[in-house]
């Protein structure tokens, strides 16, 4: 038997209409910030990732699934989403539309050879946004409280950004002329990975997975500690934003990233998820000002931030949080000789194009065995074919829960779906949510909408 390869899923069933939702609630709020949907090839170049995220990290020097494609070309499985859309940015020239900033979201998978673990694979999939063209604290603040706000509204709670900054340029060399000094004397007292990082690029140890209850980590210089004015002065004005804002931050000098392109504002987004323990990281992202140039294209300000969705939709379950997930059919037509089955094809189509989350029998079944299946379905109703019935213009609808049972007018069978099935929604509706129900549409994209 062929099997799915390590370190991916299949996702069916619930969990598939989970994944939907939530992808369903990410381009609703995309929308509403004005943020468009890219798409960027799922390889690429292994020269884009390579010069984009940085030789020294760890994504390019274990992780990337390379490979030379028939034209001897070295190709790239995309290990994250930034270094495509910058590519994109330069390749079709968008730094000279005059619209910047360009502000971007995506949603996809990608590909990282590790271990696989609970809620980390080697085919993982991310949404994440870029804006690209703006050095505007207001845009860090912006990109932060859009990942809280998608958080919160998937019903997530004790959302809170962790928040620090790496500085620009003069400040960093202050930072890892500092670090690599107080770093020396205790090289040996650190792991294989950290001691190759030193040379290479010293801030990588900070993000070490290894040695990160280490004490020697614990007592290092702090990012903070070492910005210029200016920098200081920029990340006071993205904490002042994140304030107006209303977004839980806390100051956590720890925070670095992982990938070598960022300066300026970085954070990771955490939330309160009871199974989860100290590792509730839902997604984390900052500045990088430098890649576009880096590139091959113009000296262009950016930020963004990406999240797994597998990791996302790990928390919403640990945290028990209740989705509005279609579970139900409106109806179920149920037949018996062929001529009523080809009108249940037809009515099925009628009720489907008018909205109706509607289903029927494809394996000629007996009628008891169809009734079974409506119920597995959940169906509210069941709408039973009969030919005399038929030839008379009639047709007959039962409630699944109450047994009532109506025989009207075929031609009204619309009008009837709309108004029980409004009824029916609006009793199985508490008074509270009722009340309040016309703000929690405005929270969650109901597919119905």
């Known amino acids: 038997m062929i099997t799915k390869p390590k370190g991916t899923v299949d996702i069916t069933g619930t969990d598939a209409k989970i994944w939907k939702y939530v992808e369903e609630v990410i ?31 760890d994504i390019v020097t274990k992780e990337t699934y390379d490979f030379v494609d028939r034209g001897d070309r070295k190709m790239t499985l995309r290990p994250e989403g930034t270094a495509g859309v910058v590519r994109s940015f330069i390749e079709n020239k968008q730094y000279g ?9 995506y949603n996809g998978t990608m590909y990282r050879y590790e271990r696989p673990q609970a809620g980390r694979n080697r085919e993982l999939s991310q949404y994440g946004v870029e804006v690209l063209g ?26 809170k950004v962790h928040l620090n900054s790496l500085g620009d340029k003069e400040s960093r060399e202050n930072y890892r002329k500092a ?11 650190l792991c294989d990975d950290c001691k190759a990082r030193f040379e290479k690029n010293p801030l990588r140890i900070l993000d070490c997975k290894v040695d990160a209850d ?31 804002l209303q977004i839980e931050y806390v100051i956590d000098p720890k925070i670095v990233r992982g990938l070598d392109y960022y300066d300026h504002t970085v954070f990771e987004v955490h939330a309160d998820i009871p199974s989860f323990g100290n590792a509730n990281v839902l997604g984390g992202g900052g500045r990088y000002n430098n890649l576009v140039e880096q590139l091959g294209g113009p000296s262009t300000p950016c930020v963004g931030f990406a999240a797994g ?23 179920y037509i149920l037949y018996v000789n062929e001529e009523e089955k080809k009108y249940a094809a037809y009515l099925s189509q009628e009720l489907r194009m008018a909205g109706f989350c509607v289903d029927t029998d494809y394996n000629n079944r007996s009628l008891k065995s169809q009734f079974k299946q409506a119920d597995r379905m959940k169906s ?58 016309c703000a929690k549409d405005h929270c969650h994209n109901h597919h119905e909408e």
């Not at 670090?179 to 007292?189: C, D, F, G, S």
């Open 27 to 57: 381009d609703s709020v995309m929308e509403k910030y004005n943020y468009t949907y890219i798409r960027t090839p799922i390889f690429e170049s292994t020269e884009l990732f390579h010069r984009g995220i940085g030789n020294t990290t």
């Open 179 to 189: 670090l690599t000094e107080y770093l020396k004397p205790h090289i040996n007292e």
């Open 380 to 437: 509210t109703y069941y709408i039973l074919l009969n030919s005399e019935d038929l030839n008379e213009g009639l047709i007959t609808i039962r409630n699944s829960k109450t047994k009532e049972e109506d025989k009207i007018m075929i031609e009204y069978i619309i009008y009837y779906l709309d108004e029980h099935l409004i009824d029916q929604e609006m009793e199985e509706l508490p008074m509270e949510e009722e009340f309040d129900s």
């Open 97 to 105: 539309n005059g619209d910047l900033p360009v502000k971007v979201y």
């Open 309 to 331: 969705l597998d990791r996302l939709v790990m928390a919403l379950k640990a945290s028990e949080v209740s989705l509005p997930i279609r579970d139900h059919l409106d109806a």
């Open 134 to 159: 703006s050095d505007d604290p207001l845009i860090d603040a912006e990109v932060i409280s859009l990942a809280i706000n998608i958080n919160s509204m998937l019903g997530l709670k004790g959302n």
């Open 214 to 244: 280490n004490k020697v980590l614990k007592e290092a210089p702090k990012t903070i500690d070492y910005l210029n004015e200016d920098s200081k002065k920029r990340f006071d004005t993205v904490c002042e934003y994140l304030d107006l």
